[in-house]
Every structure is written in C-alpha cells, then in structure tokens.
C-alpha cells in the first residue's frame, strides 16, 4: 500500500507543526517565567530557553520546510539547520556544565 505525497505531508505537518510549536512555547516559557518556578538561574533559563526554541526551529526547518519547498537553496537550508542544531547544543551544554557545576539557584 503506497501513501500518496500530499497525505504523506498533510500527516507529517499535524505531527511536526505541534511538535515544533511545543518546543518553541516551552522554550519561550523557561526563558520568560517558567525557569523561575523551576528554580533555574539566570545563566540556565538563558540557556534552557534558547536550546527549545533553537530546537523547535530545527523541527520545523527539518521535518515540514524541507519537504515543502524541496527546490530551496541548499546553501541557506544548511545553514538555517547546522544554526539551530548549534544553539541546541550548546543551550544544552551550558544547562549540563551549570548542573554539574552546582550552579546555585535564585
């Protein structure tokens, strides 16, 4: 049974655009208030922050624009995505260096 290319993409847009949206939000959230109530320092909401919506950029960029716009430049795609997967690894590499720090909390 073979799956037609626009069911395909309608599938993967209900799953990948929610998923993306929810990173973002909850990145957005830690960064704004969300880290306080979690007991984060400044230096961790920052970082925890960025990484989830720099994540939910690279879920979109990965899993619905490439697919919807196979002709774009690779050049700009590449980089839009080797750009959100740094800041994710990064944001994530300072929220584990703090943590294994013992970074105090507010």
Not at 61 to 75: E, H, K, Q, V
Not at 92 to 97: D, E, F, I, S, T
């Amino acid at each position: 049974m073979r799956i037609r290319r626009s069911a395909s993409l309608s599938l993967l847009a209900l799953v990948a655009i929610p998923w993306a949206g929810a990173l973002v939000v909850g990145g957005m959230w830690v960064l704004e208030v969300g880290g306080q109530s979690l007991g984060l320092s400044p230096p961790q909401r920052v970082a925890g922050g960025i990484a989830g919506i720099a994540a939910g950029s690279l879920v979109f960029t990965y899993c619905l624009a490439d697919r919807l716009y196979p002709l774009a430049a690779r050049g700009v795609v590449w980089s839009a995505e080797i750009l959100s997967c740094v800041s994710v690894l990064i944001g994530l590499g300072v929220l584990m260096a703090s943590w294994a720090a013992g970074s105090p909390a507010p």
